[in-house]
């Protein structure tokens, strides 16, 4: 790898891990300075590199640079506990261990505790993401506002009010209690799939890094499952979709960079490793006797695995959907419902279906209206198109419609 | 350990003559009963209670008729759902339930998830 | 937005049925439930199995207990579910739907859920 390209890897790879361990070091409520420290060491290292050549371990040298850093802090904080502010209980900080601790079990468990940290209910769920892929994944903030949408104002006050949020709620860095444990885990394991889905179905142009959402949020969920206390089935279903879905990114945009549809992709460019790791974690998930709707949607993200249109393959999602639906209604679950529908029962019960959803706003529905229609009554599957396009907001939108209108003539 | 739905049946004439105190008593020997449950951590699911008067019944063929008080004596109340180890721990549970001193009943289900 | 308990009743729950009448009713109702639960009306629900119950009833202030369902009316509950709707009678256009009114002597009942008063 050449110098340009190192830094940048190296900052994705090992900046999360710096800061994870020093804010358990110096608590979350002084996690600036975390970063600052973090920060800190690869403005060093920059510099330095490109005077003295890159050193012959690199991460060695970041940590080593990183723990000089800290050690000063610390140093810092004692000569302020211990001569300007001696009065303060503080004083024990005299005993203050000199040492950061950046062997291999305290960075897996640091990373493990952040996450825990900052997957808060207390800060809104888009703080949670972007606190995420800045300070557990290493992105900057230029490329998390480019995958907002947004701008690095905007997405710089965003983190700073969560990290306000967290520091008044003196969040601590730490494995939550073993009572506590399974709702924490929901909270984290929300994050980790609007990650994901950010990722996947996010409509910025920038597909490189959509698809290292993707990865980080498999990441996360891996360091999830390593871990016994946090190995739960749930967990491994999430890591079971994710990989699934992932399995078909390539095939989902054209050379062109637009969008097609599952109907029409190529499945040679479906990555067939990532679908066995899929199945893996699958199996690995089906223990226990709660059914969560993760494990329902690794379910049905297997059946889209499989191309052929056989009757068990769509009489499977539509029980799959059914029990979806019971747990959690979306109106993207009601639609995939009714498409499975039509492909079991027929296309005359999934209008009939269709009719009763009244998603009236949103123009997947008509659609999906236009697509049943268009064996049976070209007239209303026109109309109902129409109704689609009038709805759709992007131009990708609006092209898939007007294909769809087109294959009707 | 498994789900049983509860299903309490009384008379409605029974339950419409209370006066307000004996439905205060009624109201307090409920609350009392499923809180029993719940701090046995076997309670799955309060469930409810149902309103006497406005049912309807649907039958095939589209008919639609009031009821049921029309039609029965007795008519369910409300529900709940518990879990216990086996039919007879549930129906323990269930002999706990005030329905039974005003001439009630308790219909106990074992619950397959449909 | 009210809520509505669906209650299913099958006449004569002792009646024996097939394997295959099993899994033909048991998808049906699956997808009747789904067809619900994609409007977003569905609360919550559960299914029964055709035999087996006990009912507990005082006699005398004496707790008995009998096997079966309970006895004087010849049908049984095959399954309770909580919808919501606007009125009883957008209630009762969702138990049209339910497989179990395929058969003769069946029926679906319809019951508003009581505001929570504390009474449950």
């Known amino acids: ?224 499952i390593e871990n016994q206390v946090t190995n739960k089935p749930e967990v491994n279903a999430l890591l079971s979709l994710m990989y699934f879905h992932t399995s078909r990114f390539d095939a989902r945009i054209d050379k062109n960079g637009e969008p097609v549809l599952y109907d029409e992709q190529d499945t040679n460019l479906w990555d067939s490793d990532l679908i066995s790791k899929g199945a893996y974690f699958l199996n690995l998930s089906a223990i226990g006797n709660r059914i969560s709707k993760y494990h329902l949607e690794a379910a049905i993200a297997y059946w889209n695995t499989q191309k052929e249109d056989t009757k068990e393959k769509w009489e499977n999602i539509l029980q799959l959907y059914n029990q979806l639906l019971q747990l959690e209604y979306s109106p993207v679950a009601a639609l995939n419902r009714t498409f499975a529908l039509s492909k079991a029962n027929g296309r005359e019960e999934a209008i009939y279906e269709a009719e009763k959803l009244k998603l009236n706003n949103n123009h997947f529905y008509f659609m999906l209206l236009g697509e049943l229609y268009s064996t049976i009554n070209k007239e209303k599957a026109k109309l109902n198109f129409n109704k689609a396009l009038s709805l759709a907001k992007t131009a990708n939108d609006k092209k898939a419609v007007q294909n769809k209108i087109n294959k009707l003539e | 350990m498994e789900n049983y739905l509860l299903v309490y049946r009384a008379e409605y004439s029974a339950m419409l003559k209370a006066s307000p105190e004996q439905a205060e008593a009624t109201t307090k020997r409920w609350m009392d009963w499923i809180t029993g449950i719940n701090a046995q951590n076997k309670l799955v699911d309060r469930g409810n209670r149902l309103e006497p008067i406005t049912g309807k019944v649907v039958k095939p063929n589209n008919v639609v008729t009031n009821g049921p008080y029309a039609e029965i004596k007795e008519s369910i109340g409300g529900y709940s759902i518990i879990k216990a180890k086996s039919y007879e721990e549930a129906v323990e549970i269930a002999k706990g339930c005030p329905i039974l001193s005003v001439g009630g009943n308790v219909e106990v289900r074992l619950v397959s998830s449909l | 937005m009210e809520e509505f308990a669906l209650i299913m009743r099958h006449e004569d729950g002792k009646k024996v049925a097939s394997p295959e009448q099993i899994q033909t009713w048991m998808k049906q109702t699956m997808d009747w439930i789904g067809g619900i639960a994609a409007q977003g009306k569905f609360v919550s629900g559960t299914g029964l199995p055709f035999d087996d119950a006990r009912t507990v009833v005082a006699k005398n202030s004496n707790k008995v207990v009998t096997n079966g369902p309970f006895g004087e009316i010849k049908e049984t509950i095959g399954g309770l579910i909580v919808v919501k709707a606007n009125s009883v009678e957008e209630a009762v256009e969702f138990a049209k739907g339910c497989p179990v009114l395929q058969g003769d002597g069946n029926s679906v009942e319809v019951r508003k859920i009581a505001r929570k008063d504390g009474m449950h």
């Open chain 1, 1 to 224: 790898m050449s110098n340009t390209e190192l830094i940048p890897h190296l900052f994705r790879t090992e900046y999360r891990k710096i800061v994870s361990v020093l804010c358990k070091r110096f608590g979350f409520d002084q996690i600036e300075i975390a970063e600052d420290i973090a920060s800190d060491t690869f403005l060093t290292a920059y510099q330095v590199w490109s005077l003295n050549n890159i050193p012959p371990n690199p991460i060695a040298w970041l940590y080593n640079v990183a723990k000089n850093k800290a050690k000063n802090q610390l140093q810092r904080n004692n000569m302020f506990n211990l001569k300007i502010a001696p009065e303060l209980k503080n004083n024990l900080a005299v005993k203050t261990e000199m040492e950061i601790d950046l062997s291999a079990q305290n960075i897996n468990d640091s990373q493990l505790q952040m996450m825990f940290a900052i997957c808060h209910h207390s800060i809104p769920v888009e703080a949670q993401i972007g606190l995420s892929l800045r300070i557990l994944c290493g992105f900057g903030i230029e490329e998390i506002a480019d995958a907002f949408l947004s701008n690095k104002e905007t997405i710089n006050k965003r983190l700073f009010r969560a990290k306000e949020k967290l520091r008044e709620e003196k969040i601590k860095i730490e494995f939550p209690q073993e009572a506590e444990i399974d709702k924490r885990l929901e909270t984290v394991l929300i994050t980790i799939y609007l990650l994901f889905s950010e990722g996947y179905y996010s409509v910025s142009q920038n597909t490189v890094i959509r698809k290292d959402f993707c990865f980080e949020a498999i990441r996360l969920c891996n360091m999830l």
